[in-house]
Structures are given as C-alpha cells and as structure tokens.
T-cell receptor, first 113, second 110 residues
Framework: ETGVTQTPRHLVMGMTNKKSLKCEQH?????MYWYKQSAKKPLELMFV???????ENNSVPSRFSPECPNSSHLFLHLHTLQPEDSALYLC????????????FGSGTQLSVL | DQQVKQNSPSLSVQEGRISILNCDYT??????FLWYKKYPAEGPTFLIS?????DKNEDGRFTVFLNKSAKHLSLHIVPSQPGDSAVYFC?????????FGEGTQLTVNP
C-alpha cells in the first residue's frame, strides 16, 4: 500500500458509542494531522503530531481524543459525540512539521445519530 | 473570522476553455499560498503553490497568480479538461498552520 490510508471509510454511531478512526501513512513522513470537514465549511485543523509529539491542539472538545503510537499511525478516539460532529474526518501527513505540502487520506465519513 | 474565502461555490466551463478560480484572504502574515484539488471519495491532493514574494507560478496547464495589494489569489487552468472537474481549495499559511477556503466545485463540460 502507498500513501495515506484511513479506516473505516464510513461510520455511523450513536451519541453514547465509543469508536476509533485509524490512519496509517506509508510515506515515511514525520508529521500527521487530523482535519474535520463539515458540509459547506473549510477544512478545520484539529490536531498535529510531529515525531509522535502533539504540537497543535486546535481547541477541540475533549470528546475527541487523538493518539499517535508511532510516526506511521494516528488514531482519533471518539466518545459521547453530538450530531453536529457529523462530518468528513481527514487524516494527512507531511515530510516534517511545519510543512505546507500535505498528503491526505480519503477520509472517514462520520454520522452521529 | 474566515481568513481565506472562495466566494464562488461552483464554476462551469467548456472543455478547452480557461478556468479561473478565485480566492481572497485577509491575513497579511500569510507567506505561502497553495491550491489543493479534491475528487469525490478521495482526499485533497496538492496541486500548486506560490510564495508571497512572487506574483506568478506556472506548472503545465496550471498557473497561480498572487496580487498581494488586493489580497487576492487565482488559479488558471488552460486548457480545461473534463478530468479537471473537482473541488478546488485554496489555502494560506504563515508557518505552522494551513488555513483553507471553503472550496469551489469546478465542472468542465465536454
């Protein structure tokens, strides 16, 4: 596999569920990102990890919890989400941080019921 | 405060003609600008960039123009092809964070 892979592609969850989004990059990059794209809105940066250390946390509610166990993997743990959290969640990586050239995965389309 | 705005949510162009996508920004600290392209069910992919010290950057059919005094960025695609149909996002950065616009859906009709 090459590039940035995200699983699952689609996720439907209830407000009381706990789920996790997974991202894996096969590019040898040192930085990984979570972005959120809501309908008709710009991509919003949620978290950035560089060399497995969190370097940006963009005022994201605590019901979103990131984890970066190594430079190739990134998780977003979800719990007690709200319907307004329904969005496309995109993972990205870059060679280093900061770096404006990002490589995105295909995203997880999340629906919270 | 939305620092990057793409005022046209959609644009339709005939194959072979020029596509011009526009972007306005408010943050004068941006030192680099980029365009990303996104196909349905795929993540955005980097297309072209320009440093704030330049006013033009060209890569094949794609040219980005920067007018710093007007805080305006545009992407020209010549000639447009049906495969260019996608959502185009402009973004600015002042170091550590990319700030994206809302995107413009370009449709190139055969």
């Amino acid at each position: 596999e090459t590039g940035v892979t995200q699983t699952p592609r689609h996720l439907v969850m209830g407000m009381t569920n706990k789920k996790s989004l997974k991202c894996e990059q096969h590019l040898g990059h040192n930085a990984m990102y979570w972005y959120k794209q809501s309908a008709k809105k710009p991509l919003e940066l949620m978290f950035v990890y560089s060399l497995e250390e969190r370097v940006e946390n963009n005022s994201v509610p605590s019901r979103f919890s990131p984890e970066c166990p190594n430079s190739s993997h990134l998780f977003l743990h979800l719990h007690t989400l709200q319907p307004e959290d329904s969005a496309l969640y995109l993972c990205a990586s870059s060679q280093d941080f900061p770096n404006e050239k990002l490589f995105f995965g295909s995203g997880t389309q999340l629906s919270v019921l | 405060d939305q620092q990057v705005k793409q005022n046209s949510p959609s644009l339709s162009v005939q194959e072979g003609r020029i596509s011009i996508l526009n972007c306005d920004y408010t943050n004068s600290m941006f030192d680099y600008f980029l365009w990303y392209k996104k196909y349905p069910a795929e993540g955005p992919t980097f297309l072209i960039s320009i440093s704030s010290i330049k006013d033009k950057n060209e890569d094949g059919r794609f040219t980005v123009f920067l007018n710093k005094s007007a805080k305006h960025l545009s992407l020209h695609i010549v000639p447009s092809q049906p495969g260019d149909s996608a959502v185009y996002f402009c973004a600015g950065t002042s170091g550590s964070r990319l700030t994206f616009g809302e995107g413009t859906q370009l449709t190139v009709n055969p």
